[in-house]
């Protein structure tokens, strides 16, 4: 399997059946994504950003075209493609362990012992840095821990795509920015393919291999693409002052704002694109990738 | 600094002993004097009330007489035990003296038919409520988690459930009756069937609190949650245990309280609807009975049920306490 054509988004719409003949969230959305690869998603709120990823996670169908992984057509959900999820989701009549080990028990029946699981379980909450509280209850942690275990129970079904739906969300910035720092450190040693949803330029920036921004819906798609060149690994005080930093970061800026204005004059998505690119006609190592031409690739 | 805390300090000596005494005299007031202040009242108020009620039976009986009612009927109890006791013994001492004669005599043993005394019928009435609660708990539970995780099953049942909700039990006695005893022909019977008739009638009402509750907190349990167990692929039964079951306690508790505390009313008004052994019954005969005494013991029955029906309602808060994982729930 080439890793280029990892997991393709191939032509997918979503229509959701409503009460006035239905609601069309998204259309033809295209995105090619390859194994390794960090990818942000980023777009105004309601533009559908949750609706692709769940329908990645096969939590939801698309209506038109799909998901396809491996090669495979993807119709339902599964541990290849874990999700953290934006509230992290614990069970709170679980402990921290139990949580992970609900995941581990099902996804490795019969292929791990029971001390093998144990181990492995064990393993995944000290690569968050929860080994110490495997025994605590959800209610009993912070905010950021319970994200942790949510982190960790996801790593520990060894998912071929990591799905996370605005996972740090509902964090205070500095818990946010020790978290951003551990995935990029258990990316960097698993080398996971991971698909995150943000609010966060900054975070976007610093975490993407590449940020794929959304039109505002409805119909809303891919309206460009932006790739992060920084070397890793990246250290947030240093990207600070760096000038490809800075641009990227711009230009997230610059379409969330532009696509602002688009959307209060019903502008065709072409238009966007277009003056987006004229407007970023610097010379620089980023690359904004016009959907089409992401299409031809 | 130092100056405020050494104040504090000096103050600290004098404050918790002040807090913690006002917090023992809250505790007093709202778990001991409140209550008894209302018994009281209310004693008071039956007193008078009871006082200006003159019936074809006599006054209406007041706390007093039903004080006295009641430790009659303790006293007809320990009779009756007395009674029972005095006859097995004579039965078992011409047994042996009979076997002493020919030891291959024929040995009858009969049991002893005392009218039931108001002890027997409240232990009657409680394996009946019991029996009935646990038949309709086995059905309504699993139903309705199948209801509560399935659109379809909902939807195949929602309307038999709205239609036979509002159906007072004590119409469907009648039918249990017959039913019953076309059905239930043995030999040996396990069960009395009054008994059945009654239990049957308690289970038909306590199905509906309980089916609907669960139903309800099978289908609210938290989107998130549910879509965890659908990315780990939980099997079926697992997810039943470990996500939905958990989930959704404290609705099915509702659930059970409610049923539990309808078949405990349902009960006595089918006994005394159908003359089954019970309270209802005891209540009834003591209506037909009509001496002057009547009506303090009824009386002392309507207390007895009423003390009983909170007794089973805090059995299952306690039993819910025990199961539910969320010990810090408030449960009322
Ligand atoms: N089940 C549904 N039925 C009808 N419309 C829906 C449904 N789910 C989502 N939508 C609509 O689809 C659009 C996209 O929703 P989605 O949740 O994907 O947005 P989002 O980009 O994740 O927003 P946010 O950033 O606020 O989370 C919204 O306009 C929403 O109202
Ligand atoms: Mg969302």
């Known amino acids: 399997m080439s890793s280029a054509r990892y997991l393709e988004i191939s032509k997918m719409g979503k229509t959701f059946p409503t009460d006035t003949g239905g609601f069309e969230a998204l259309r033809d959305v295209q995105l090619t994504i390859q194994q390794g690869e960090f990818i942000s998603l980023i777009g105004?709120?309601?533009?559908?950003?949750?609706?692709?990823?769940?329908?990645?996670?096969?939590?939801?169908?698309?209506?038109?075209?799909?998901v396809i992984l491996e090669g495979k057509h993807i119709n339902e959900p599964g541990p290849d493609r874990a999700v953290v999820f934006q509230h992290h989701a614990l069970m709170p009549w679980l402990t921290v362990y139990e949580n992970v080990e609900l995941a581990v028990a099902q996804v490795f029946r019969g292929s791990k012992s029971a001390a093998e699981m144990r181990e492995w379980i064990l393993?995944?909450?000290?690569?968050?840095?929860?080994?110490?509280?495997?025994?605590?209850?959800?209610?009993?942690?912070?905010?950021?821990?319970?994200?942790?275990?949510g982190i960790a129970r996801c790593l520990a079904m060894e998912p071929k795509v990591v799905l996370m739906d605005e996972p740090f969300g509902a964090l205070d910035a500095l818990t946010r920015a020790k978290l951003q720092d551990s995935v990029m450190?258990?990316?960097?040693?698993?080398?996971?393919?991971?698909?995150?949803?943000?609010h966060d330029v900054d975070e976007a920036v610093l975490l993407s291999d590449r940020i794929v921004m959304m039109t505002t819906g409805p119909a809303a798609t891919i309206g460009e693409i932006v790739e992060v060149k920084l070397p890793r690994p990246r250290d947030r005080l240093a990207l600070a002052e760096d000038q490809q930093y800075n641009h990227c970061r711009h230009q997230v800026l610059e379409f969330l704002y532009s696509s602002d204005d688009d959307n209060s004059e019903e502008l065709e998505p072409s238009a966007t694109i277009e003056s987006v690119q004229t407007a970023v006609d610097v010379s620089t190592d980023d690359t904004v990738i016009k959907n089409s031409s992401n299409q031809a690739a | 600094m130092s100056v405020t805390t050494a104040d504090s300090s000096s103050a600290g000596t004098a404050s918790p002993v002040a807090s913690s005494k006002s917090r023992i005299g809250d505790f007093v007031a709202a778990k001991l004097f409140f209550p008894t202040f209302g018994i009281l009242l209310f004693l008071a108020f039956w007193q008078i009330v009871a006082a200006n009620i003159v019936t074809s039976l006599g006054a209406f009986p007041g706390p007093a007489e039903v004080w006295t009612?009641?430790?009659?009927?303790?006293?007809?109890?320990?009779?009756?035990?007395?009674?029972?006791?005095?006859?097995?013994?004579?039965?078992?001492?011409?047994?042996?003296?009979?076997?002493?004669?020919?030891?291959?005599?024929?040995?009858?043993?009969?049991?002893?038919?005392?009218?039931?005394?108001?002890?027997?019928?409240?232990?009657?009435?409680?394996?009946?409520?019991a029996f009935?609660?646990?038949?309709?708990?086995?059905?309504?539970?699993?139903?309705?988690?199948?209801?509560?995780?399935?659109?379809?099953?909902?939807?195949?049942?929602?309307?038999?459930?709205?239609?036979?909700?509002?159906?007072?039990?004590?119409?469907?006695?009648p039918l249990v009756t017959m039913v019953v005893s076309a059905m239930y022909v043995s030999d040996s019977p396990m069960f009395e069937k009054s008994f059945l008739n009654s239990g049957l009638t308690v289970a038909l009402c306590c199905l509906w609190p309980t089916l609907i509750n669960t139903t309800v907190g099978v289908a609210g349990v938290d989107r998130d949650l549910v879509n965890v167990s659908r990315v780990i692929k939980l099997g079926s039964i697992t997810h039943v245990r470990k996500v939905v079951l958990p989930s959704s306690v404290p609705l099915i508790f509702t659930g059970l309280r409610l049923s539990?505390?309808?078949?405990?009313?349902?009960?006595?008004?089918?006994?005394?609807l159908a003359q089954n052994p019970g309270l209802g019954k005891f209540i009834w005969d003591e209506f037909q009975n009509g001496s002057s005494n009547s009506l303090g013991r009824i009386m002392a029955a309507v207390i007895t049920i009423g003390l009983l029906g909170f007794a089973l309602d805090q059995l299952m808060l306690r039993l819910q306490r025990w199961l539910s994982w969320d010990k810090q729930a408030v449960v009322r």
């Open chain 1, 44 to 66: 105004h709120s309601g533009c559908g950003k949750s609706t692709v990823l769940n329908i990645v996670a096969g939590l939801e169908q698309a209506s038109v075209g799909g």
């Open chain 1, 123 to 149: 393993h995944n909450l000290n690569l968050v840095g929860m080994g110490h509280a495997a025994d605590k209850a959800p209610h009993e942690i912070s905010g950021g821990m319970k994200q942790r275990v």
């Open chain 1, 185 to 198: 450190a258990i990316q960097a040693e698993l080398k996971n393919t991971i698909i995150m949803i943000t």
């Open chain 2, 69 to 129: 009612q009641s430790k009659n009927l303790v006293v007809e109890h320990q009779e009756q035990r007395a009674k029972a006791e005095a006859f097995y013994e004579r039965q078992e001492k011409r047994n042996a003296a009979r076997l002493e004669k020919d030891p291959d005599a024929p040995v009858k043993i009969r049991s002893y038919t005392g009218k039931p005394t108001f002890f027997d019928q409240i232990f009657t009435s409680l394996y009946t409520v």
């Open chain 2, 132 to 173: 009935g609660f646990v038949i309709a708990t086995a059905i309504a539970v699993p139903l309705g988690i199948l209801c509560g995780l399935s659109e379809s099953a909902y939807q195949a049942i929602n309307l038999i459930i709205q239609v036979f909700k509002p159906v007072s039990p004590l119409a469907w006695l």
């Open chain 2, 260 to 272: 539990l505390a309808t078949g405990w009313m349902v009960l006595i008004a089918a006994e005394m």
